[in-house]
């Protein structure tokens, strides 16, 4: 398996590469063809705002999508190496129903890697960029809910555990104290 990553795509004012010749992809993700499409369709928009100047919209193109390329085949390599290794772990799948239950909740604003990838036109580079952001929101919400939940928890364990009584009628700091001498006297 090899993934070819190019820079530049335009060289000597005259060769512009496209397609696999500029970044040929693993298959998992299923997007190398689809990736030299969105070439050909990323280099006509250039030639349309160019003004049909071939050299400029080659130019243009590589300034704007040699990222998107090099993008998608690290996504692909990625999307391998979660098939290969992840998809067994239950905290992987748990994060999976996670990602679908704020898709299916705020369909505009959360969208998993893979549909990202396979069913819009996002270029590769924002995919990344927007993956990397909703993971970190998701890690944050999960960083949260857990502190909650130790918070709650202990809440209710001093509630209903006797130490609320204790130290209601200081006899917590007693009982400390006298834990405290008997360890100091053996």
Request: net charge positive; charged share 15%.
């Amino acid at each position: 398996m090899i993934s070819v990553k190019c820079s530049p795509h335009f060289m000597a004012g005259n060769t512009l590469i496209l397609g696999d010749a500029a970044h040929a992809v693993v298959p998992f993700y299923g997007q190398g063809m689809n990736a030299g499409f969105e070439d050909c369709l990323v280099l006509t928009e250039c030639l349309t705002e160019s003004g049909g100047e071939l050299a400029a919209a080659a130019q243009l193109y590589q300034d704007n999508h040699w990222s998107d390329t090099h993008a998608i085949c690290d996504l692909s390599m990625y999307n391998y190496i979660e098939m290969r290794s992840h998809v067994t772990s239950p905290l992987f799948l748990i994060r999976k129903r996670i990602d679908n239950a704020l898709h299916y909740l705020f369909p505009s604003l959360f969208i998993p890697l893979y549909s990202m990838v396979a069913f819009t036109r996002i270029p590769y580079r924002r995919v990344v960029e927007r993956h990397n952001v909703q993971q970190t929101v998701i890690r944050r919400g999960l960083w949260g809910l857990s502190l909650a939940s130790l918070g709650l928890l202990g809440y209710l364990i001093f509630k209903f555990s006797g130490m609320e009584v204790a130290l209601r009628y200081r006899i917590l700091p007693c009982v400390f104290k006298c834990v405290v001498n008997d360890y100091l006297r053996h």
